[in-house]
């Protein structure tokens, strides 16, 4: 008995340090790189993005190969009865993954599954009102990304988000955002950047952006991006987000501190795609 609870915790141990030897993870990340990416995946990536035409054939290729890699590592979860299909999958995956073409070479480590809801699903939420009084209330939402190792969304929303590419708002681009936001423990609107140097001016630029968003929002004055960016910095940083990758011209035009510091994170040039 004794001998088998050890040979299994060797076998564990083995396949615990196959899974997670970061030479071995980037061996096994090329292999699924570069696998043949399916015609009928291709067809379903490019009806559901609309931008994947006008990315470069470099970074079409670096897209599919990440592709390949989340949908290998990551689970995807039906809720309320939702059977996930093959579109479900390669959708969200194919948006998620243009926020990895920088190559930083994390495919959002501390995310396992991606839980799929067939629309809007509601949660109870608890509001403190005044000192002693803690009020309840269902709330209807459409995406989350979680701390623990969970992201939620709506089909109908991402469905929705992919046939309006232009009005700023992507649940997936939003919710993914968050994920690279909490790579480093803390959710606060700064991602890991790729030089030390890069926070200084990033902390500056993000923070006079939220300022003014924040200030025209309490004006009533018409922004770029969403008001809901004004709710705090890391919801601000998804917003900014969703709005570079949708309306790049205006974020450009409007922010253009804000939109370079984006594009040298993202390493991508979205005014380029119209
Ligand atoms: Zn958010």
């Not at 949908?71 to 996930?84: D, N, S, T």
């Not at 599954?113 to 949660?123: D, E, K, M, R």
Request: proline share 5%; charged share 20%; glycine share 4%.
């Amino acid at each position: 008995m004794i001998k088998t609870i050890v040979v299994f915790l060797i076998i564990g141990l083995i396949i615990t340090g196959i899974l997670v030897n970061p030479i071995l993870v980037k061996k096994r990340r090329n292999r699924l790189k570069n696998r043949p990416f399916p015609p009928l995946w291709n067809a379903i990536v490019e009806n559901n993005l609309p931008i994947f035409l006008y990315l470069s054939p470099n970074e079409i290729r670096r897209l599919q190969g990440h592709i390949q890699v989340f949908l290998a590592e990551k689970q995807f979860i039906g809720c309320r009865g939702l059977q996930v299909t093959e579109e479900m999958k390669l959708t969200i995956a194919a948006i998620a993954c243009l926020l990895l073409l920088n190559e930083s070479g994390q495919y959002f480590p501390k995310l396992r599954s991606i839980l799929v809801y067939p629309n809007a699903y509601f949660v109870q939420e608890t509001n403190s009102v005044g000192k002693y009084v803690v009020e309840e209330r269902r709330v209807a939402r459409l995406g989350e990304s979680w701390t623990n190792d969970q992201l939620v969304v709506s089909w109908e929303q991402v469905k929705q988000d992919t046939n309006n590419w232009r009005d700023g708002r992507n649940v997936v681009l939003h919710e993914f955002a968050h994920q690279l936001d909490q790579e480093n423990g803390k959710a606060e609107g700064v991602p890991i950047l790729q030089h030390n140097s890069d926070y200084t001016i990033w902390a500056k630029v993000m923070t006079e952006a939220y300022q003014q968003l924040c200030n025209d929002v309490l004006q009533g004055v018409k922004t770029v991006m969403d008001s809901y960016g004004a709710t705090n910095p890391a919801e601000f940083f998804a917003v900014a987000t969703e709005t570079f990758f949708e309306k790049p011209h205006q974020l450009l035009s409007k922010h253009p501190a804000l939109y370079e510091q984006l594009q040298r994170y993202y390493q991508l040039d979205p005014v380029q795609w119209a």
